[in-house]
């Protein structure tokens, strides 16, 4: 059994306990109230006791967990406030990636595994152009074409709309008005960088759950702070991820620590316009993801940004201070207080207010999956550097990396841009070659007809030479000759 997660103090030692660390989790708090502390402390732990963690760099201020910390006056007076007496500086074991394959190593996934309810989310396209794009799907699919990249996107729905009235009996109408949106979104997706994300090799998830030499699971970080300027390809990217994650890991129940730990930080974008569906979808993953070993934890800035049943299912909460300014703010507020598990000594919805940076209102399950009474407390620091690490640190970092080289090598086999492609090129070699044919039978039969002509004529002169060396033909030749120029007879036959 590992040992329990040291994450604050308040007047008990607050801890999260492996075997109930898949139950999930939210860390809210205005910005700047100790938010990305608190993440990285949670990395820590469960990176030192053998849990991988997958986590966003969306301010690109945590790189600086590869590489141990250092003295600070801030780690000075923080220890020295929770009496700690034994804290040593430590590193992570840090993978990075990057969807743009510039801060870390690629990350992609093929349009296929993405799939229509996914990319429509990607492309904010309604109800009929949605119906569209899953029908290109299902025609790709039916006619084995592999829809890996976006060229092959693009070239499917050009196919489908060149071809609408041959799909229309089986598969039903096909809007050319939603095959140019379609066309028009991808082209907005790939002028964002969204070329670089589809394509092979697709990620591989077995990647992201290692642990180094020592037992320690990897911390993977993606650089998200240049991703998160396309918010709609960040939230779907990362709830791919987890549906991925869902469907392909095997149900575990409640194992002695989780398999896996994700960190969701801005929550928000996950669920703002959301459609109801989407919705659905993505509350039934955290719903369920639990029993594969996988645990969800939330980073948001207002409690009121998560839809209440996916809050209804984080048990574990870090909540930083909230500001009151406004009505809303009030409500976060209010809301906030509700879901904790209410303690005597302080009223919690006037504590929010007042926490100071790095103070926190914290409550986790206890052995039994109870919620703890909820503490004022503060939480413990990072072991790993505040800073992030240099350029040149990062670099260092990525190519000693258990998969360096391996996404760097771009893969582009046959899909269905080249299968499009090839048949079309078939399509019209054959055309040529029908209307080469058509005019080698209309020549052949012209000069059939002209060949016959000709034979009489050579056949006829032929015979007037035979006919020139008997007196007879001597005169039949002078009959028709004179006939021809229209002379005088006498002159003719002086000639002869």
Same mark, same amino acid.
């Given at each position: 059994?590992?040992?329990?997660?040291?994450?604050?103090?308040?007047?008990?030692?607050?801890?999260?306990?492996?075997?109930?660390?898949?139950?999930?989790?939210?860390?809210?708090?205005?910005?700047?109230?100790?938010?990305?502390?608190?993440?990285? &402390?949670?990395?820590?732990?469960?990176?030192?006791?053998?849990?991988?963690?997958?986590?966003?760099?969306?301010?690109?201020?945590?790189?600086?967990?590869?590489?141990?910390?250092?003295?600070?006056?801030? @780690?000075?007076?923080?220890?020295?406030?929770?009496?700690?007496?034994?804290?040593?500086?430590?590193?992570?074991?840090?993978?990075?990636?990057? /969807?743009?394959?510039?801060?870390?190593?690629?990350?992609?996934?093929? @349009?296929?595994?993405?799939?229509?309810?996914?990319?429509?989310?990607?492309?904010?396209?309604?109800?009929?152009?949605?119906?569209?794009?899953?029908?290109?799907?299902?025609?790709?699919?039916?006619?084995?074409?592999?829809?890996?990249?976006?060229?092959?996107?693009?070239?499917?729905?050009?196919?489908?709309?060149?071809?609408?009235?041959?799909?229309?009996?089986?598969?039903?109408?096909?809007?050319?008005?939603?095959?140019?949106?379609?066309?028009?979104?991808?082209?907005?997706?790939?002028?964002?960088?969204?070329?670089?994300?589809?394509?092979?090799?697709?990620?591989?998830?077995?990647?992201?759950?290692?642990?180094?030499?020592?037992?320690?699971?990897?911390?993977?970080?993606?650089?998200?702070?240049?991703?998160?300027?396309?918010?709609?390809?960040? =939230?779907?990217? /990362?709830?791919?991820?987890?549906?991925?994650?869902?469907?392909?890991?095997?149900?575990?129940?409640?194992?002695?620590?989780?398999?896996?730990?994700?960190?969701?930080?801005?929550?928000?974008?996950?669920?703002?316009?959301?459609?109801?569906?989407?919705?659905?979808?993505?509350?039934?993953? &955290?719903?369920?993801?639990?029993?594969?070993? &996988?645990?969800?934890?939330?980073?948001?800035?207002?409690?009121?940004?998560?839809?209440?049943?996916?809050?209804?299912?984080?048990?574990?909460?870090?909540?930083?201070?909230?500001?009151?300014?406004?009505?809303?703010?009030?409500?976060?507020?209010?809301?906030? =207080?509700?879901?904790?598990?209410?303690?005597?000594?302080?009223?919690?919805?006037? &504590? @929010?207010?007042?926490?100071?940076?790095?103070?926190?209102?914290?409550?986790?399950?206890?052995?039994?999956?109870?919620?703890?009474?909820?503490?004022?407390?503060? @939480?413990?620091?990072?072991?790993?550097?505040?800073?992030?690490?240099?350029?040149?640190?990062?670099?260092?970092?990525?190519?000693?990396?258990?998969?360096?080289?391996?996404?760097?090598?771009?893969?582009?086999?046959?899909?269905?841009?080249?299968? /499009?492609?090839?048949?079309?090129?078939?399509?019209?070699?054959?055309?040529?070659?029908?209307?080469?044919?058509?005019?080698?039978?209309?020549?052949?039969?012209?000069?059939?007809?002209?060949?016959?002509?000709?034979?009489?004529?050579?056949?006829?002169?032929?015979?007037?030479?035979?006919? =020139?060396?008997?007196?007879?033909?001597?005169?039949?030749?002078?009959?028709?000759?004179?006939?021809?120029?229209?002379?005088?007879?006498?002159?003719?036959?002086?000639?002869?």
């Amino acid at each position: 059994m590992s040992e329990p997660l040291l994450i604050a103090k308040g007047t008990d030692e607050l801890v999260i306990l492996p075997h109930m660390a898949n139950r999930h989790g939210l860390i809210a708090g205005a910005t700047g109230t100790g938010k990305t502390v608190s993440l990285r &402390v949670m990395a820590e732990r469960f990176s030192a006791i053998g849990v991988p963690v997958f986590m966003a760099d969306v301010k690109g201020d945590i790189s600086g967990m590869a590489k141990a910390g250092s003295e600070n006056p801030k @780690i000075t007076e923080r220890t020295q406030a929770l009496g700690i007496q034994d804290f040593a500086f430590q590193s992570c074991p840090v993978t990075f990636w990057d /969807l743009f394959g510039q801060a870390g190593h690629p990350v992609r996934t093929t @349009i296929s595994d993405m799939g229509p309810l996914l990319l429509s989310r990607m492309l904010n396209l309604n109800d009929t152009q949605e119906g569209v794009l899953s029908m290109a799907f299902k025609i790709a699919d039916d006619n084995g074409l592999l829809l890996l990249d976006l060229k092959d996107l693009r070239s499917m729905l050009q196919y489908v709309g060149d071809n609408a009235s041959d799909f229309k009996t089986q598969y039903g109408n096909v809007s050319t008005a939603s095959i140019g949106a379609i066309q028009r979104g991808l082209l907005e997706l790939e002028t964002q960088g969204g070329a670089h994300f589809f394509g092979e090799p697709a990620l591989d998830l077995d990647d992201l759950m290692q642990t180094d030499s020592s037992g320690r699971g990897m911390v993977n970080i993606l650089a998200a702070d240049k991703l998160i300027t396309s918010p709609k390809l960040y =939230a779907t990217f /990362l709830l791919w991820m987890l549906s991925e994650l869902f469907e392909r890991m095997p149900e575990v129940g409640d194992p002695e620590k989780p398999k896996l730990v994700f960190f969701f930080d801005e929550a928000h974008l996950l669920f703002e316009d959301a459609p109801d569906v989407l919705l659905s979808k993505i509350e039934q993953v &955290v719903r369920l993801i639990r029993s594969k070993g &996988v645990g969800v934890y939330f980073c948001s800035q207002n409690p009121l940004d998560i839809p209440d049943k996916v809050l209804g299912q984080l048990s574990h909460r870090v909540q930083h201070a909230l500001r009151a300014f406004t009505p809303r703010d009030q409500k976060a507020v209010k809301a906030a =207080a509700t879901t904790f598990r209410t303690n005597p000594d302080f009223d919690v919805e006037t &504590v @929010i207010t007042q926490l100071a940076v790095g103070e926190a209102l914290v409550s986790f399950l206890d052995e039994k999956g109870t919620p703890g009474i909820v503490q004022r407390a503060l @939480i413990y620091p990072p072991q790993s550097q505040l800073t992030p690490i240099t350029d040149e640190e990062r670099k260092a970092v990525i190519a000693q990396s258990l998969v360096a080289g391996h996404y760097e090598k771009i893969v582009d086999r046959d899909s269905a841009f080249e299968m /499009l492609k090839a048949r079309a090129e078939q399509q019209n070699q054959a055309a040529a070659q029908a209307h080469e044919q058509a005019q080698q039978a209309a020549e052949t039969k012209q000069e059939s007809s002209g060949s016959g002509r000709m034979g009489f004529a050579e056949s006829f002169g032929k015979s007037i030479v035979r006919a =020139a060396g008997s007196q007879i033909g001597r005169s039949l030749i002078r009959g028709v000759m004179g006939s021809i120029f229209g002379g005088g007879g006498s002159r003719k036959r002086s000639l002869w």
